[in-house]
């Protein structure tokens, strides 16, 4: 069986203890790896190489470290199908997703970055005559970038790549349930050029490794992707050291659809943004709001396509949906089902585990559901389930939905569908979330900032955004 290993200062590592941990493919229950069970020790190697190389990555000029995070970029994308594959096999996503989204992204994310290294400037500040102040941008020094196993790579690659373009060096940890692509992406690191320890990966659990890196005092900056209940923990155990903190945490996102939508794209739309990588994405529309006199029209159709949904074998290409991370996942997922049953909820489709055949017998797949006569004040309605559920309510009037729409602890992404150009702008201005799509869901763009307001997290990723976070501004005034 394969072992998979720690990267640390160049080189594939077993873990100090020994010890391993078993690695599930969720769409068959069978274990298919083996994952470093580590600890704060190899936490420690990973700091030590990190500290060592990153007087030399640091001073590097921005084009020499362009040049190897370029390369990166281009070996992710010729070995694209077999990193697609090995993200559907660890995470249980259909592999035509894991291709199309996750390691498009991981490559255009270390793309993007390598090039804003060759353009990142600071600022200069005259004041009048008298003085002239300009802005030196540092970067902080060894990074701790914690990733969640929603989108393996693709989140994986989102932090440590701002933080590589910078100059930090970093100490990664991707998630314990799928840890396979920052084991293969740690191969390319090494084809490509990248200097030993510049980029440490420490693989195990997260109150192991993940606590040893946020508590580490060699660690100034910790960029987390993960649930909120995990975000507070860091934040409780990184504030009193005042290291830097990037949380991106939960959500329970509106999607609000207007009677004067263009229905056919809000409906297939609102499709893709319930149940897309089986509802496991921070950024899906969990909540669906709409105007009562589209409601009854919006539902049967939304409800017939979620039944067109193939849910299935994650390698087969007709599959839509995959399995859920784990059985334990997948058993929050079935728990919240029947929470909304108990809460009064109408199950329109949808509601229960699936049996797929043959070599998936034992996975963990859950049917897509729509629930419908739910409140707005129900924990279905206020708890991230982050699964293929979604709950439909009618709204009658603008300020009663942009009410609905903000009433929940989180505030990550909404989306509006309308053709009424005032009213999108006026609804996307009250919303309280950090990213509001009008007429569309997930067009990304990566220069803009990312990231949630209240129990949604602290910060923003994205373009300039991410690069400040890992540096350190130093103000020089110069009395002329
Ligand atoms: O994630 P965790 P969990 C939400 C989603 C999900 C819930 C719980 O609702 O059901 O969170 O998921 C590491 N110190 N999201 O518990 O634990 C862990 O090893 C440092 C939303 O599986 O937050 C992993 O690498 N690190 C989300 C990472 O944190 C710790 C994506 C995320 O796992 C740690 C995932 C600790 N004490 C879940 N404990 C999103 N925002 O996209 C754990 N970790």
Same mark, same amino acid.
């Given at each position: 069986m394969e072992k998979i290993a720690n990267y640390i200062n160049g080189q594939w590592l077993a873990p100090t203890s020994g010890k391993y941990l078993d690695n599930i493919n969720p769409a068959t229950g069978e274990v298919y790896s083996l994952i470093p069970d580590s600890d704060a020790s190899d936490v420690q190697l990973a700091v030590d190489a990190a500290r060592a190389a990153f007087p030399g990555w640091s001073t590097l000029l921005a084009e020499k470290r362009h040049a190897v995070l370029a390369r990166l970029a281009d070996l992710i994308d010729r070995d694209a199908d077999a990193l697609a594959m090995a993200e559907c096999i660890d995470q249980g996503k259909p592999v035509k997703l894991a291709k199309n989204m996750d390691i498009y992204r991981a490559a255009a994310n270390i793309r993007f970055y390598a090039t804003a290294s060759m353009h990142v400037a600071s600022e200069a500040h005259a004041t009048g005559a008298e003085a002239i102040n300009y802005t030196l941008r540092t970067p902080v020094g060894v990074a701790g970038c914690i990733s969640p196993w929603n989108l393996p790579l693709y989140l994986f690659t989102w932090k440590i790549a701002p933080a590589l373009a910078v100059g930090c060096t970093v100490v990664a940890k991707p998630s314990e349930l799928t840890p396979m692509t920052a084991y293969l992406f740690t191969r390319l690191c090494r084809e490509a050029g990248l200097p030993d320890g510049v980029l440490n990966v420490v693989q195990g659990l997260g109150p192991k490794v993940g606590q040893a890196i946020v508590d580490h005092p060699d660690i100034p900056a910790i960029s987390f992707t993960g649930g909120t209940v995990t975000g507070k923990k860091i934040m409780s155990s990184a504030g009193p050291m005042l290291?830097?903190?990037?949380?991106? /945490?939960?959500?329970?996102?509106?999607?609000?659809?207007?009677?004067?939508?263009?229905?056919?794209?809000?409906?297939?739309?609102?499709?893709?943004?319930?149940?897309?990588?089986?509802?496991?994405?921070? /950024?899906?529309?969990?909540?669906?709001?709409?105007?009562?006199?589209?409601?009854?029209?919006?539902?049967?159709?939304?409800?017939?396509?979620?039944?067109?949904?193939?849910?299935?074998?994650? /390698?087969?290409?007709?599959?839509?949906?995959?399995?859920?991370?784990?059985?334990?996942?997948?058993?929050?997922?079935?728990?919240?089902?029947?929470?909304?049953?108990?809460?009064?909820?109408?199950?329109?489709?949808?509601?229960?585990?699936?049996?797929?055949?043959?070599?998936?017998?034992?996975?963990?797949?859950?049917?897509?559901?729509?629930?419908?006569?739910?409140?707005?004040?129900?924990?279905?309605?206020?708890?991230?389930?982050?699964?293929?559920?979604?709950?439909?309510?009618?709204?009658?009037?603008?300020?009663?939905?942009?009410?609905?729409?903000?009433?929940?602890?989180?505030?990550l992404s909404a989306t509006v569908w309308t053709t009424h150009l005032t009213r999108a702008h006026r609804v996307a201005a009250r919303l309280k979330s950090g990213i509001i799509w009008i007429n569309c869901w997930l067009y990304r763009d990566l220069r803009t900032p990312f990231g949630g307001m209240k129990q949604s997290g602290v910060g923003r990723e994205g373009g300039w955004e991410?690069?400040?976070?890992?540096?350190?501004?130093?103000?020089?005034?110069?009395? /002329?």
């Open positions: 290291k830097k903190l990037s949380l991106e /945490l939960g959500g329970k996102n509106p999607n609000i659809v207007f009677a004067d939508a263009d229905f056919d794209n809000a409906v297939a739309t609102s499709i893709s943004s319930s149940f897309t990588n089986q509802g496991e994405i921070c /950024l899906c529309g969990s909540r669906i709001f709409v105007e009562r006199a589209l409601f009854d029209r919006f539902v049967k159709a939304f409800v017939e396509k979620t039944k067109e949904l193939v849910v299935g074998d994650p /390698l087969d290409e007709k599959t839509r949906i995959g399995a859920l991370v784990s059985e334990g996942h997948m058993n929050k997922v079935l728990s919240y089902i029947e929470l909304a049953r108990k809460e009064g909820g109408t199950l329109l489709t949808g509601g229960k585990r699936v049996t797929v055949p043959g070599r998936c017998a034992n996975g963990f797949f859950i049917e897509p559901t729509v629930v419908v006569g739910l409140p707005q004040e129900c924990r279905t309605n206020q708890e991230e389930i982050f699964g293929p559920v979604v709950t439909i309510m009618p709204f009658d009037t603008e300020d009663e939905v942009i009410g609905l729409a903000n009433a929940t602890t989180y505030g991410a690069m400040r976070f890992f540096t350190e501004a130093k103000n020089v005034c110069v009395r /002329l």
